[in-house]
């Protein structure tokens, strides 16, 4: 792992939501200052209104009194989100598709355009779909890096986190800090994507999840924080710059939810205990960066005061720590309302702005030289399937000549299914090439299969999508749609269907050309999966956004078989596909060896039946995990009796495999949850020693109180006993 860092300061910009949201200020001329009812906006400063101060003083906290705030940028209500993207989080977005860490925040009161900013409308898209199509066309334009993006979509509501792509999942996601890893989150799942249009209609879907509620002041208030994580890898295409190794960094994107009064909110019940916990996690992210911010000004290094920042007082600063820590690149859309009822909370927010300006942080780009990345890993995976893809056709290729040869076998059934394998190996590489994403000048170059919705190279990523309506929220909120991105059309894609809260395959995206494969992940594809998170968890020590996943799905091949219609293939199937892809592989390749030694004159049959009586241990072992193939004929009655019974001897192995499989799962589920609670130990321990540590600075503050006490007493004592000398003298 190699890393150099760069020191930054936290991008901090303000938008002052319109008025009257009909009727928005008109355009000033460039320089112009503006006024919107209380406050004056000139430049990049902020300040109250003269006219309006004495007004907006009685609504503040007399503390709050300062009287200009000047920001990197300042946006006035007619801006566009679009340019506020320009100024602001581009920068954010391009260094995290070079391989810094990156995070964008939206910050502010409920109800002054949070959500408006990080999602936008159809005809205002927000920032999350404008960096979104920013990725991919970043991709695009890179001639010299391939890359593998990953995302997840998480919620913190009620200091719970859920996941937005697995609401099933509430109570199984954990958040613990492990020694060398930093912040990990256990159970939180991954899209792998290939498109812009992809990723909406995952979002969307995840939308349809996420708590929002009415308030007073706003109708469709987030109730919950979201977190919109993207995982970047990339690494220079071989026989390029820098040798190969795997870039991996993290774009997080934060719709905060909006502090309120609950007099103002005019909230109840429920509402007002979620209001409560806002509040309190705000407040916490308040706390955190006035104390990052005095440790800049001081010049104190984050890392040495860590312990002192109260990161672990609310699950979002929990979450945000490896962003906050030092290594990212930060940008806070600070939102404000102008009107003046709302002075109090405007005033907080441009104060959290000016902290949050102090901070410094020092992004690193981090390489990962081992193969413990996604893309290093499809990598070497294409590899073995393109080497067994030609040892198969070197085997087919052997057989048909034995078969022209005056000597030659009988033909049988296998060719067909030779046939099938092939297409099978050839439909995984496929399938494992879609999900690196590259130029479509490098596709080119390098024969990788065309994406269906490359309508010209310059638009390859970009399909024709599912445009929201103008003025609608760009992702719809829509719980009882059957979400549906179509693969073939959108870049070879699997579909994700959202049905009663889990996500889906539809049974029309099934194609036949993939293989089958079980959305359940038997016990080899657990255990490969859990070396993956394993390793994942190596490179999660280096993200910014914090952590490992405890599941990586992707969304990249299709299954092809009713038995796998319903499910929806994941990096996990994946790689049980490829294992049975592999299986099939080795046995066909087993059965093509045996024939070829198999003596051409009749011999004596073997008594199959009593083999099969069956010691299962006795097999020997076949790359596809089957048994061995009989090679004595004396018919082909015979052998086609033989073969059946060894598909029964094969059924019988699998019964038993799957009985391992389940065993093992168990073994896991045990070690994760040791795991777990093996975390809290370590959880409570900390807090233990904290909790001394604090106690350990009371008793030395106490004992230096006593000691200055004893200190003035000694001299009063002295004072006093030269005073009585004096008095004996006279
Ligand atoms: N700059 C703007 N231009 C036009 N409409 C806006 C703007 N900002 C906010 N709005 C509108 O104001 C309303 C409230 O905005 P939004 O829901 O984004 O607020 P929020 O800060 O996310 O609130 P909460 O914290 O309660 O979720 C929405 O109807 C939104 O469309």
Same mark, same amino acid.
């Given at each position: 792992?190699?890393?150099?860092?760069?020191?930054?300061?936290?991008?901090?910009?303000?938008?002052?939501?319109?008025?009257?949201?009909?009727?928005?200020?008109?355009?000033?001329?460039?320089?112009?200052?503006?006024?919107?009812?209380?406050?004056?906006?000139?430049?990049?400063?902020?300040?109250?209104?003269?006219?309006?101060?004495?007004?907006?003083?009685?609504?503040?906290?007399?503390?709050?009194?300062?009287?200009?705030?000047?920001?990197?940028?300042?946006?006035?209500?007619?801006?566009?989100?679009?340019?506020?993207?320009?100024?602001?989080?581009?920068?954010?977005?391009?260094?995290?598709?070079?391989?810094?860490?990156?995070?964008?925040?939206?910050?502010?009161?409920?109800?002054?355009?949070?959500?408006?900013?990080?999602?936008?409308?159809?005809?205002?898209?927000?920032?999350?779909?404008?960096?979104?199509?920013?990725?991919?066309?970043?991709?695009?334009?890179?001639?010299?890096?391939?890359?593998?993006?990953?995302?997840?979509?998480?919620?913190?509501?009620?200091?719970?986190?859920?996941?937005?792509?697995?609401?099933?999942?509430?109570?199984?996601?954990?958040?613990?800090?492990?020694?060398?890893?930093?912040?990990?989150?256990?159970?939180?799942?991954?899209?792998?994507?290939?498109?812009?249009?992809?990723?909406?209609?995952?979002?969307?879907?995840?939308?349809?999840?996420?708590?929002?509620?009415?308030?007073?002041?706003?109708?469709?208030?987030?109730?919950?924080?979201?977190?919109?994580?993207?995982?970047?890898?990339?690494?220079?295409?071989?026989?390029?710059?820098?040798?190969?190794?795997?870039?991996?960094?993290?774009?997080?994107?934060?719709?905060?939810?909006?502090?309120?009064?609950?007099?103002?909110?005019?909230?109840?019940?429920?509402?007002?205990?979620?209001?409560?916990?806002?509040?309190?996690?705000?407040?916490?992210?308040?706390?955190?960066?006035?104390?990052?911010?005095?440790?800049?000004?001081?010049?104190?290094?984050? *890392?040495?005061?860590? /312990? =002192? !920042?109260?990161?672990?007082?609310?699950? @979002?600063? %929990? &979450?945000?720590?490896? #962003?906050?820590?030092?290594?990212?690149?930060?940008?806070?859309?600070?939102?404000?309302?102008?009107?003046?009822?709302?002075?109090?909370?405007?005033?907080?927010?441009?104060?959290?702005?000016?902290?949050?300006?102090?901070?410094?942080?020092?992004?690193?780009?981090?390489?990962?030289?081992?193969?413990?990345?996604?893309?290093?890993?499809?990598?070497?995976?294409?590899?073995?399937?393109?080497?067994?893809?030609?040892?198969?056709?070197?085997?087919?290729?052997?057989?048909?000549?034995?078969?022209?040869?005056?000597?030659?076998?009988?033909?049988?059934?296998?060719?067909?299914?030779? *046939?099938?394998?092939? /297409? =099978? !190996?050839?439909?995984?590489?496929?399938? @494992?090439? %879609? &999900?690196?994403?590259? #130029?479509?000048?490098?596709?080119?170059?390098?024969?990788?299969?065309?994406?269906?919705?490359?309508?010209?190279?310059?638009?390859?990523?970009?399909?024709?999508?599912?445009?929201?309506?103008?003025?609608?929220?760009?992702?719809?909120?829509?719980?009882?749609?059957?979400?549906?991105?179509?693969?073939?059309?959108?870049?070879?894609?699997?579909?994700?269907?959202?049905?009663?809260?889990?996500?889906?395959?539809?049974?029309?995206?099934?194609?036949?050309?993939?293989?089958?494969?079980?959305?359940?992940?038997?016990?080899?594809?657990?255990?490969?999966?859990?070396?993956?998170?394993? *390793?994942?968890?190596?490179?999660?020590?280096?993200?910014?956004?914090?952590?490992?996943?405890?599941?990586?799905?992707? #969304?990249?091949?299709?299954?092809?078989?009713?038995?796998?219609?319903?499910?929806?293939?994941?990096?996990?199937?994946?790689?049980?596909?490829?294992?049975?892809?592999?299986?099939?592989?080795?046995?066909?390749?087993?059965?093509?060896?045996?024939?070829?030694?198999?003596?051409?004159?009749?011999?004596?049959?073997?008594?199959?039946?009593?083999?099969?009586?069956?010691?299962?241990?006795?097999?020997?072992?076949?790359?596809?995990?089957?048994?061995?193939?009989?090679?004595?004929?004396?018919?082909?009655?015979?052998?086609?009796?033989?073969?059946?019974?060894?598909?029964?001897?094969? *059924?019988?192995?699998?019964?038993?495999?799957?009985?391992?499989?389940?065993?093992?799962?168990?073994?896991?589920?045990?070690?994760?949850?040791?795991?777990?609670?093996?975390?809290?130990?370590?959880?409570?321990?900390?807090?233990?020693?904290?909790?001394?540590?604090?106690?350990?600075?009371?008793?030395?503050?106490?004992?230096?109180?006593?000691?200055?006490?004893?200190?003035?007493?000694?001299?009063?004592?002295?004072?006093?006993?030269?005073?009585?000398?004096?008095?004996?003298?006279?």
């Amino acid at each position: 792992m190699s890393s150099s860092a760069s020191t930054t300061s936290i991008n901090v910009c303000v938008r002052v939501r319109p008025l009257h949201l009909k009727a928005p200020p008109p355009a000033t001329p460039a320089g112009a200052p503006l006024t919107v009812e209380c406050w004056n906006l000139s430049g990049n400063v902020i300040q109250p209104n003269p006219d309006y101060e004495s007004y907006l003083y009685d609504q503040m906290n007399s503390k709050n009194k300062r009287t200009a705030y000047a920001f990197d940028h300042l946006f006035y209500p007619n801006s566009q989100t679009a340019s506020i993207y320009n100024l602001a989080v581009k920068n954010v977005v391009e260094a995290s598709m070079g391989g810094y860490h990156g995070s964008v925040f939206a910050y502010g009161q409920t109800s002054t355009g949070k959500t408006y900013t990080m999602q936008g409308t159809g005809d205002n898209p927000g920032v999350v779909p404008l960096a979104v199509t920013d990725c991919f066309r970043y991709i695009e334009e890179s001639k010299d890096r391939e890359f593998l993006l990953r995302v997840s979509y998480m919620e913190i509501y009620n200091e719970q986190i859920n996941d937005l792509f697995a609401p099933s999942s509430v109570n199984s996601i954990r958040i613990y800090e492990h020694r060398g890893k930093g912040v990990v989150i256990k159970g939180m799942k991954e899209e792998v994507v290939m498109s812009p249009d992809q990723v909406f209609a995952l979002v969307s879907a995840g939308e349809a999840h996420r708590h929002i509620g009415a308030t007073e002041m706003n109708e469709n208030s987030s109730r919950s924080h979201t977190i919109f994580r993207l995982v970047i890898e990339s690494r220079a295409l071989r026989g390029r710059k820098n040798g190969n190794g795997v870039t991996v960094s993290t774009l997080s994107l934060v719709d905060l939810a909006g502090s309120e009064s609950a007099a103002q909110a005019n909230t109840k019940g429920s509402r007002r205990s979620e209001g409560h916990f806002i509040n309190k996690s705000l407040l916490t992210l308040g706390h955190v960066i006035w104390k990052l911010s005095e440790a800049s000004r001081k010049n104190i290094k984050v *890392e040495d005061i860590a /312990q =002192h !920042i109260p990161y672990r007082d609310s699950k @979002l600063t %929990r &979450l945000l720590q490896p #962003s906050l820590g030092g290594n990212a690149q930060i940008s806070i859309i600070c939102n404000v309302s102008p009107e003046g009822k709302h002075a109090e909370e405007t005033h907080n927010t441009l104060k959290f702005a000016s902290r949050a300006k102090r901070i410094k942080q020092q992004a690193r780009v981090t390489q990962v030289l081992d193969d413990a990345t996604m893309l290093q890993q499809y990598r070497e995976e294409i590899g073995i399937l393109r080497t067994q893809l030609n040892s198969l056709a070197v085997q087919n290729k052997n057989f048909q000549e034995q078969l022209m040869s005056p000597k030659g076998v009988a033909q049988d059934d296998d060719e067909g299914e030779d *046939e099938e394998e092939t /297409q =099978h !190996i050839q439909a995984a590489i496929r399938n @494992l090439e %879609r &999900l690196i994403l590259k #130029s479509a000048d490098e596709r080119k170059r390098g024969g990788s299969p065309r994406r269906s919705s490359e309508h010209s190279p310059k638009n390859s990523f970009f399909g024709d999508g599912n445009a929201p309506g103008k003025n609608n929220l760009f992702f719809k909120r829509n719980r009882s749609s059957s979400l549906t991105v179509d693969v073939e059309r959108s870049s070879g894609l699997t579909s994700i269907g959202d049905k009663g809260g889990e996500m889906q395959s539809t049974p029309k995206d099934v194609d036949m050309e993939t293989p089958t494969t079980s959305n359940r992940p038997q016990a080899a594809d657990r255990k490969r999966a859990t070396s993956i998170d394993d *390793e994942m968890a190596a490179v999660g020590s280096i993200y910014v956004a914090g952590g490992d996943v405890d599941r990586i799905r992707t #969304s990249s091949v299709r299954s092809g078989t009713p038995e796998s219609s319903a499910s929806n293939m994941d990096s996990v199937s994946l790689v049980n596909e490829l294992q049975r892809v592999q299986g099939l592989l080795g046995a066909v390749l087993e059965k093509k060896n045996n024939r070829k030694t198999a003596p051409s004159k009749i011999q004596q049959p073997t008594n199959f039946t009593a083999n099969l009586n069956l010691d299962l241990n006795s097999l020997p072992p076949t790359p596809g995990g089957g048994s061995d193939i009989p090679t004595n004929f004396s018919s082909k009655d015979e052998e086609i009796a033989a073969l059946k019974s060894s598909n029964k001897k094969l *059924e019988m192995e699998k019964r038993l495999r799957k009985a391992d499989a389940q065993f093992l799962e168990q073994s896991l589920n045990d070690k994760d949850q040791m795991l777990c609670e093996v975390a809290n130990v370590l959880d409570a321990v900390e807090k233990h020693q904290e909790s001394l540590e604090k106690e350990n600075t009371e008793l030395a503050e106490a004992l230096s109180r006593m000691q200055s006490i004893l200190a003035s007493r000694e001299s009063e004592l002295l004072r006093i006993k030269g005073i009585n000398a004096d008095e004996e003298v006279f």
